[in-house]
């Protein structure tokens, strides 16, 4: 049976591990068994915040909408309430900007959430 080298395949392996860990201090950029946990750590954490960041902004337009309502004159879920009944649909994310770069066209919305 012929003899199989397999240097190119771990040097290729290594090569994508120490490139992902590129930036990373110490032992953790270039030494095996460390770079792997610290890019093994760093993906889970990633996989984690890409999930997260999606939570974060809901609360940001949630805070920016709230206190634009409340100068308005109406509370958060009221505003909500009102929309839903005025069959209004638009997201969390407009709206806040609506709050924060147009605040003459959220007035108007919340003047048609508070009729309905």
Do not use: Q
């Not at 392996?13 to 093994?40: C, D, Q, S, T």
């Not at 889970?44 to 809901?58: G, L, Q, T």
């Not at 407009?94 to 003459?104: C, F, G, R, S």
Request: no cysteine.
């Amino acid at each position: 049976m012929p003899r199989v080298k397999r240097a190119m395949i771990s040097r290729n392996r290594k090569k994508k591990l120490f490139k992902r860990a590129k930036g990373f201090r110490m032992a953790r950029k270039n030494v095996l068994k460390v770079a792997h946990e610290a890019v093994m750590k760093a993906l889970n954490y990633a996989y984690r915040d890409r999930r997260a960041k999606k939570r974060d902004f809901r609360r940001l337009w949630i805070t920016r909408i709230n206190t634009a309502a409340r100068n308005s004159g109406m509370s958060y879920s009221k505003l909500i309430n009102g929309l839903k009944k005025a069959n209004i649909d638009i997201n969390r994310k407009m709206l806040a900007d609506l709050a924060v770069n147009d605040p003459k066209t959220f007035e108007n919305i919340v003047n048609t959430a508070k009729n309905a």
